[in-house]
Each structure stands twice: as structure tokens, then as C-alpha cells.
């Protein structure tokens, strides 16, 4: 990133950005919940005139006079080629928004918008809770949310929205009220696993189609969702909302919630399980089962499969050999398991295209990044989510295929993933599974955008460029997530670190820091109209 402040014929190119956050405690404080943002001090104003004041807020530029206009340095074409199509994002805190529909510590997160801006970032991503909107049924409050699409407006950046149709635990965010009390009488319109636990966290997909919800389906019901928010927020659409995710499943991703329960301390993930044993997934088997000749089939999932925690040898149904999942009935299974979930993510993408299409937003679904045992011959993580993938078998060809049929585009979570970082009993790749779903995507020229998992990952951010800026360059990338942890000292200045060397892969010498005397310019706010703060 270059920052030109130019005020009047005087001319000024910054050298170095220093975001040093010992001092953002004042916006953005301490806390053990990394998607939280705290203020410390609610009066605080940040980003005022004087330089002092950007200091308080972490913020130090170190300035080096020029005598002539700002000078792009020269790039290699291929890296150009690259930085011509990289946009960075930043996720928003989860609970930017509360259930009260009000702006959670809106100064601190205004305070936030700013130092992106300053850094280069193009835009931000806002989580979008079914929860918080529609607390009545078909009676929707957006407040909450138009006040943030306005800042992120004012301050000159860009807006991605996740359209969130699940619950969440950390911070709680949960379903709609109404939905939740229809669940406790009619607990069938959630997944269910073979113990008959209950995950009420989203809606099971067997219920997309079925009238569950008052009289009306699930997708009738996300429809009227999606079409309030396109009217609602028509003035943003296209200008500053670029892109909209729409919610698949838990966490939003496309897949099964086959992996909710957590591991053990110091275990490693198990296989997860199947989640089809709620009245509606089983009835969906059945008809199936009949239908190929096979009504023994279609009584319920696989009997010899692991729970949750087990490793793919516990049992008898992911063996590498001689395994159940190679057997004609294993086939019979997986297959309409994984189909069902394509349908779903079918049904609820070909929505939002319908409906987003006429606009000039990009619609996105999420997939997952389900690495763990992708050493094995069988995959069982992923089987369990709902992506028939093996060793022989390539599961994500019909998900690239629904999605390039809806004119969407993927996001893929878990960039930040190295192979050389996973335990190794688990016998992960995610790089391998990374490259699988990109090359797969690349074949039915689907385009793929990209995720962190987490921000704390070894190696993280450099694992990210490498995914961002290699053979088949993404043109979106969403850094999660802002929060006291993404602007401590331990983090932020690596972050800006990054953000810098994405459009300076190589400093030309005179950008180098100098031994000599800087000066240090009073910087003013965007509304002096002799002051421009250019980014390239």
C-alpha cells in the first residue's frame, strides 16, 4: 500500500505505515471473545486532526518529503496481472448487531472502518442474523444493519453481506423466536443423529420444501427474507454492497452439522456423524430406498459407522480396506446423502440468484474446508458433511456444477491452512483439499473467493498470499474477524504487514525507511477538501 497526503501544491509520499496498537485498547479493548470489540472509552473520538490523535489511536505515519507527484514503483507483469483482481475484505464482528437491533460499541467499530480505509482494505463483511431481523414473523426490523451499511458507506469502503439463516453459540446470536418455538413442539424441523440429538442450531433441509413454519416452507419464508433486504437496502446495492453470501447451513456453509460436537482437549477431530435420522431425513431415504429396488436400505444410516470423536478405524464403515463405504449399499448411501445437500444448496442458491440477479451484487455460497483424514482412502469427514469425496472419487464436481448453474461464486474457508501445521495422527491436507475444490471450480469456471479459518493460525498470513496471489489468483479474499484480538499489538501490525506487501511485493529503494530526519505532517480528515489520501 502507498498513502499520498497531499495538502495544497505541497506534496508528501508516506514510506512506512506503522500501525502500532499498544495504544487501540482506548477503541478496541481486551477480551477473551475474539469476535467482541470493547470500548474502553465511549467518548473517544478517533481519527481526529492532529497527528497526536492518531497516535492514540495507534496510529503513526512516518513521512519522507518528495518534490514531485507520487510515483507507482513498477511491478512485474505477472504480479500485476495478479493485484489487478485482489480485493481484501475484513469480517466485522459476529454480533456487530445485536438482538435489540442496535450497533454493538459503534465507535470502536467506526474507529475500525477508518484504519482500514487508511490501510488499503476495500471493504468489509457484515454478518446478517435471520435471528435479529425477523423476530416476528414476516415482520422485519433492518435499523440495525442500514446503520452499519451507512458507516461503512462514510467511510468509503466496500460491503459484503452473509445472510445468516443459522444460529450462533459465541457469541449467542440465536434462530428467531417464533422458529424456535415452533422447534419445541415440532423438533422434527432439525437434524437429528443416530442418538436422536437434536441440532438446533439451523433447519434441517429435509424441511426446505414443507410447510413447517406457520403455514409456509423454509425457502418461502428466506424468500421473503432476501426480497425485504434487496428493497430495504436498494440505495447500497451495487454501490456500496458488492457481493452477498447466502446462508447454506451451519455456520452458513453448505454441508451437514456433522462435526458440532467438539473434540476432547488434546484429541484429535473424530469422523463426525451423519446427521439424517430426524423424521423428515429418514422419510426422504425411505422414498428413496423403494425407489431403487432396496426398501431395507432406506430404514436409516449406516449401523457400523463411528461417533462423533472416534478415528475412521473405530469401526468397520470408513476402513481404508474392506471398509463399508466401498460396499454397494455404502454407495447407495453416500450417494443420496450428498445429493440431498447439493438440492438444498440448489434450492436456496437458484433463490438468491433469482432474486439478486437483476442487481449488480455477486452472489457467493460457502463451502467447507472438511480436511481432516483426507489422507485416508475414504475421507470420512467429508462423507459425514455430505461430500462424497474419496480416493477415487471426486466429490466436489457436482457442488461446482451447482453452483456454476446459479451463475455463483464459492467461497472456501481455511487459506490460512498449512499441511506442515496439522497433527499428525489426523492425517489432514488442506492444502491437497484446497487444491482439489480450486481445480474442480477452475474446470466448471466457477470463481472461487477465500477465508481464513483463523486468525492466530502459525504461518497464517503467508499461507494466505501464497493462495491469494498464486497460479489461479482469487479476486476476493475475507480476513476474519475484527475484534480485540484483530488490533492488539500481538496482531495488527502483522496485519498491516501483509496487507502492505500484497501491493508491494518489492520496495523500490527510495521507499525504504531513512536514517535521516522525517518530518511529521498534521493530517486532516477527508471533509478538508485540500486533502487527499490516495491508495495504490
Not at 476495500?122 to 458507516?151: R, T
Not at 458433511?385 to 474457508?413: D, H, W
Not at 489461479?472 to 501490525?493: C, K, V, W
Request: net charge negative; glycine share 8%.
Amino acid at each position: 500500500m502507498e498513502v499520498s497526503v497531499i495538502r495544497s501544491s505541497s506534496q508528501a509520499k508516506i514510506s512506512k505505515t506503522e500501525l502500532g496498537c499498544r495504544d487501540l485498547g482506548f477503541c478496541f479493548g481486551k477480551s477473551n471473545d475474539k469476535n467482541k470489540i470493547f470500548s474502553r472509552k465511549p467518548n473517544s473520538v478517533c481519527f481526529d486532526s492532529q497527528i497526536s490523535r492518531f497516535r492514540k489511536a495507534g496510529l503513526r505515519f512516518t513521512l519522507k518529503a518528495v518534490h514531485s507527484d507520487p510515483i507507482l514503483e513498477s511491478k512485474s507483469p505477472a504480479t500485476s496481472k495478479s493485484l489487478d483482481r485482489l480485493r481484501l475484505f475484513v469480517g466485522l464482528p459476529l454480533d456487530a448487531v445485536s438482538d435489540g437491533n442496535s450497533v454493538n460499541h459503534a465507535r470502536a467499530i467506526g474507529a475500525g472502518l477508518k484504519a482500514l480505509k487508511l490501510l488499503g482494505v476495500e471493504g468489509v463483511e457484515l454478518p446478517v442474523w435471520w435471528g435479529v431481523v425477523e423476530n416476528e414473523m414476516g415482520k422485519y426490523d433492518w435499523s440495525g444493519y442500514l446503520a452499519v451499511a451507512e458507516m461503512v458507506q462514510k467511510a468509503g469502503l466496500k460491503l459484503h453481506v452473509s445472510l445468516c439463516f443459522h444460529a450462533s453459540n459465541q457469541p449467542r446470536i440465536p434462530l428467531p423466536k417464533w422458529v424456535t418455538k415452533i422447534g419445541e413442539s415440532q423438533s422434527s424441523i432439525f437434524f437429528a443423529d443416530r442418538s436422536g440429538q437434536h441440532y438446533q442450531q439451523c433447519l434441517s433441509l429435509a424441511v426446505d420444501d414443507l410447510a413447517v413454519l406457520d403455514g409456509k416452507t423454509p425457502v418461502q419464508v428466506y424468500q421473503g427474507f432476501c426480497e425485504s433486504f434487496k428493497s430495504t437496502f436498494s440505495p447500497f446495492m451495487g454501490s456500496t454492497i458488492t457481493g452477498i453470501s447466502m446462508g447454506l447451513g451451519p455456520d452458513g456453509e453448505l454441508r451437514y452439522p456433522s462435526h458440532h460436537k467438539p473434540a476432547k482437549s488434546g484429541t484429535i477431530t473424530g469422523v463426525g456423524e451423519f446427521q439424517c435420522y430426524d423424521t423428515n431425513m429418514l422419510n426422504l431415504l425411505k422414498q428413496y430406498a423403494e425407489a431403487n429396488g432396496n426398501p431395507l436400505w432406506g430404514l436409516g444410516g449406516p449401523h457400523d459407522a463411528p461417533t462423533y470423536d472416534q478415528a475412521p478405524n473405530s469401526n468397520s464403515f470408513f476402513k481404508d480396506h474392506g471398509g463399508s463405504w466401498e460396499s454397494p449399499y455404502g454407495d447407495f448411501f453416500l450417494s443420496w446423502y450428498s445429493s440431498e445437500l447439493v438440492s438444498h444448496g440448489n434450492r436456496l442458491l437458484s433463490l438468491a440468484s433469482s432474486i439478486f440477479g437483476d442487481t449488480e451484487v455477486n452472489v457467493y455460497g460457502k463451502v467447507p474446508l472438511m480436511h481432516s483424514w483426507y489422507k485416508t482412502r475414504a475421507h470420512p469427514s467429508e462423507l459425514t458433511a455430505g461430500f462424497y469425496n474419496t480416493a477415487s472419487r471426486n466429490g466436489y464436481e457436482a457442488v461446482a456444477e451447482m453452483f456454476a448453474r446459479n451463475s455463483c461464486k464459492i467461497i472456501l474457508p481455511g487459506m490460512d491452512l498449512s499441511d506442515e501445521h496439522q497433527p499428525h495422527d489426523a492425517l489432514s491436507s488442506p492444502e491437497s483439499l484446497l487444491a482439489q475444490i480450486r481445480t474442480t471450480c477452475n474446470k466448471h469456471r466457477v470463481e472461487v473467493a477465500g477465508q481464513n479459518l483463523a486468525s492466530g493460525a502459525p504461518g497464517g498470513l503467508e499461507q494466505i498470499k501464497k493462495n491469494m496471489l498464486g497460479e489461479n489468483p482469487i479476486d476476493l479474499f475475507t480476513y476474519q474477524r475484527m475484534g480485540a484480538h484483530f488490533f492488539s499489538p500481538e496482531h495488527f501490525p502483522s496485519f498491516t504487514e501483509f496487507v502492505r506487501s500484497l501491493s508491494q511485493p518489492e520496495l523500490h529503494p527510495d521507499d525504504l525507511p531513512s536514517d535521516e530526519a522525517e518530518a511529521t505532517e498534521s493530517v486532516q480528515t477527508s471533509s478538508d477538501p485540500n486533502i487527499h489520501l490516495q491508495t495504490a
